[in-house]
């Protein structure tokens, strides 16, 4: 029974490791994405859209890193992103 319930744990912990990873990657991807379509609008309410995304984003992205270091995680190729 005990057996059980820690492999349960750790099975859950593992879900729980990849969400985390998968979640930084997302938003890796979308900060790309945003800095590279910021360099080509003009539009001023788009321009201050796409400021105030790479905030938020970067506020996740921040957020995901904390809980990768609290769990011990290590991701190649996530660092701070400004």
Do not use: P, W
């Not at 744990?9 to 910021?38: A, G, P, T």
């Not at 309410?45 to 921040?62: F, H, R, T, V």
């Amino acid at each position: 029974m005990l057996t059980e319930l820690f492999k349960n744990k750790i099975k859950n912990e593992s879900e729980d490791n990849e969400q985390i990873k998968n979640m930084l990657e997302n938003i890796k991807r979308e900060l790309e994405f945003v800095h590279s379509s910021f360099d080509y609008i003009t539009d001023d309410a788009l321009i201050d859209s796409y400021i105030y995304e790479i905030k938020a984003l970067n506020m996740k992205y921040q957020y995901y890193i904390k809980l990768c270091k609290e769990k011990g995680l290590i991701a190649e190729g996530f660092n701070k992103i400004s």
